[in-house]
């Protein structure tokens, strides 16, 4: 059996709360925002970068948390989908999702929530081919992305973007 | 009266949950001393069992080790049969087959003994494709390799070929295809023999799970129980596999005192969970010089895998819908579930009828060509009116317009301009256009006589602060059942959904209202709850207690003082089957489903010559479905389906090496993303069905049936190529651009 | 996840200095950590043969992007994302922007370097044919100093590279003397988005008078390395691009190349596929 290595200590700002986790420091953030930070709304879906499920902001860049190891997310500043409502207000993006459909299983949805959130954040016209571009690398299975995109069109126009 | 919750789309009732990362699926969930539980899997496709190793430099004290040996009661996964082990014992019929269980409180070092086991095994010749296997060179289950066969019978056919003027013949093939829901597979347990069993999980059928569990440890029902939790889809793919994981969970448990976690990655739940049956079909057709059909001789087979599991169901299916909406007056459908050494095919949404409804449309398409008519006005002559019969004599008591049908879903795509136009074009270029469509029909429910056997109940009840309590086994995975439940039963009872509240799927708490498979759930379930709730207001009416043009404080009020004065407020409705519904099982003869669903759908496609790539630039899905309870949530499973369809059609291959599937990562088994699904547009028609709740039908797997036909048919148009086969990957599609064009 | 983290170590060096340092006393023994997106995939398959690794992500001496009159310069740490946004790269090396917004998602983009790409050497990577178009140089550093190196034969083979044990891929420099050339790249894969190559082309050329007056072109996916199809190059040099001659060309570059079978695609469709894109290629000269 090899040696075990020393946990680290990784200090983060996460959904704008300072916290302190230990971890192995291969851990991969998805697991210590899971259970050590008992943040479960970042989801697993693939282990491989594929299916977007996994994704949070870290320093304001839209990232697959299973593929950042602990010992980066040190000094970093994270957000989850529970940082998303602002209490119990939902987000602008949030409410188009309830009603325009845009979650089924919902097991997607915090990672396309994000990967959304991002993209409003860089274009403040996303086209049509912009959101689905920006949306590529969340895999949906139910949706079919249709009522993903009215949704997203939806939040744009509700925020006074055009779409 | 206008409806105030049908017809209406009510948003998702835990749809805050979802979008806030506040629901909990599986995974999501820890117990006090939890501990992690993996499976030790066969490499070999089939062997006799040696002897199991436990290596070097594991502390071997630390684990909970199951194997079949710990089985208290049937070693056996329950379903239609038992042939299938829950751990393999002297045999193993299929790679990636359970063997041990390993249990130990850090899941990182079980991955690590996961390693250091090893299980020596003797190969045996193994089988591998359908012809393999029906050539009975090696016999791997019962006496012949067969688990099922079916013939359906209708007219005369041996006699029908001398009056037809064109005789066309053909051989289609799908694939596997993988449910690939983004949750995985998962199980929570806690066991003992003083507790009973109790699981939590990722499901689709809890009385399933149930089932198969009672078996595996020889309790009575009342000590096991199992929760459903909130599931990442599902597919069919939690149809009957979560009984397996549930029962290895829960084995783990019972031997160790402590809860177990469960949870596969995605290489695991590729490779060792059920896939869509791989099929391949032959079709003889004999038309009229007019292009009626004749004759339509069709045999039909699919791979189920190395055990039973549900082949015999899905058989029954895509036999049934192997003829297609059409009148045909003479129909011989010969089919034929066989085994191979893989891990046994399973429930996919359409459950056998995307099978058979690719092989029939895309020959219907060949045979229009060689009588020398449009696609189109060869189904116009052909669709089946009400009166008539199905294949297998089901007479049509049901208003059925598929020409209306048609007419709409050419008129929304364009497809006469549009085929017209790219003929013209195509001579120019490298991207070739098409565009192309498939006709077809969907029953809903289970088959024949299955609702009479499944005898599914639901129950409404209302509590004494006036909310209402929805109590069903069906399932929520994201298609919506919650939601409509509520809107049906506020509906019924006069008020809003956010008074109705349905419980958790819990078997201790809830009854048995059938699998959440077959889109039954609306027709068959919805209409029990409908019932139910019915049923409620007219006790309380009766009692006096409330009176007409109530609003919810009087229907809060009469709640609380008829529980008062009799106890309880609530109805249990169980399932009757119509008596003008009459299946011979024997001779596969009848009403075969209580309502179906009828649809068109239209796929233009381009195509690249250069490089085989083919782009789905337009889809058009038109439906008749009853009535729709929820337009958003019924277009969200339509818009769901296509993108599986296209999938199917196009994208997911799964690449067999000896019966394991060597794909199995995300990378590099393909679904579609965003860019690969275009924008489909959906149109429902509405005739409502008089047994449906409000006038609903099923539709969860139609869509699936229609999509990869209307795109094979539509790159045949693009290019020439005569497709046979799904997927179509562009390394197929070139190998055959370039024989079409030497 | 497969592997048993325990047994992995990653620390976090404050400047480059101290990285080097810390290769050329133990040798062989330190991994470099960019952004981890090939690397966290591995140890998540249980497939990392490495167990100690240094993250670099955060050296600033190896990010940055500086353009002079003549060239333009990478650091290692420099992210698809970071290629997509800069101006003078969108504008005089579009097949390099290209490859960049054909790599992965966004989010891999946003943690994926050139610096990772270029170690990782994977036959399939998106972005080494731009590169050798490029005629990329890379510097590579370590405490003995720096050594700069054309980026074409600094690729030995399948998944191997000339680096050294104790050294660093610093950075990569680009010439702007082809900004005004024909450009072409086009990436066959798996589906529109987050696809695996099945073949990649990328070309640039200068024509004269309808002639190609020079050209390079590089492939990826059809050989152990991304290719500079020096062959085709030469039977091209100098000639319109007229159909003759384009099937000359296409008949040297299946010599050239080596497509193979695998689980994503064929040696036959990579093979053709490849003869098509360099047809497409020089179609758009002649236009």
Redesign the interface.
Known sequence: MREAVRKIRVQCKINGRAMTIEAYPMARLLDVLREQAGLTGTKEGCGEGECGACSIELDGELVNSCLVPAAQADGASILTIEGVADGVRLSTLQQAFLTHGGAQCGICTPGMILAALNLLARHAQPTESEIREGLAGNLCRCTGYSKIFESVVEACRAMGQRA | MEERQIGKSVPRKEGREKVTGGARYVDDLTFPEMIHGVTVRSSAARGRILGIHFEEGIPWDEFTIVTAKDIPGKNCVALLIEDQPCLADEAVNHPEEAVVLLAHPDKYLLEEARKAVRIEIEPLPAVFTIEESLSRKQVIWGEDNIFKALQVEKGDLDSAWDGAAFIVEGEYETGAQEQLYIEPQGMIARASPAEGVTVWGSLQCPYYVHKALVRLFGLPKERVRVVQTETGGGFGGKEEYPSMIAGHAALLAWKSGKPVKIIYDRAEDMAATTKRHPSRTRHRTGVTPEGKLLAMEIDFTLDGGAYETLSPVVLSRGTIHAAGPYQCPNVRIRSRAIATNAPPHGAFRGFGAPQSVFALERHLDRVASAVGLAPEELRRRNFIREGQTLSVGQVIRERVDMNKLLERALEMSAYHAKRKRFAEENARGAIKRGIGFASFLHGAGFTGSGEEYLASEAMVRVTRDGMVEVLAGSTEMGQGTNTIFGQIAAEALGLECERVEILQPDTSLVPNSGPTVASRTAMIVGKLVETAALAVKKSLADSGFLKAGYGAKEFGNASRQYIEQFGALGSLVKYQHPKDLRWDDGKYQGDAYGAYAWAVYVAEVSVDVRTAEIRIEDFVAVQEVGKVINPVLAAGQIEGGVAQGIGFALYEDVVWQEGRMVNGQMTNYIMPTSMDVPVIRVHFEEIPYERGPAGAKGIGELPLDGTAPAIANAISHATGADIRQIPITPEKLMEMLESVNA | ????????????PRDLAGTLERLAREPGVWKA?A???DL??L????KLPH?R?L?I?KLRELRGIEVTPRHVTLGALTTY?DVRNQEVLEREFPLLCRAAAET?????Q??GTIGGNIANASPAADSPPALLVYDTELELVSVHGTRWLPYQGFWKGYKQIDLRGDELIRGIRVAREKSEWMQFYRK?G???????S??CFAGAARLEAGRIADVRIALGSVAPTGLRATETEKLLQGEKPAPAVVRAAQETLAREIAPIND????A??RL??AQ??L??FCERMAA
Do not use: D, P
């Not at chain 3, 140890?43 to 249980?46: H, V």
């Not at chain 3, 798996?190 to 695996?196: D, L, M, N, V």
């Open positions: 996840m497969r592997s048993y983290l325990a047994g992995y170590e990653m620390e976090v950590f952004g981890g997106t966290m995939v140890l998540e398959a249980g167990r690794f993250s992500w994302s992965g998602s966004i989010a891999t946003n943690r066959v798996t589906r529109r988005a987050q696809a695996i099945k073949v689980m994503r695609s064929t036959q469709y053709r596929v098509n894109l047809a497409e």
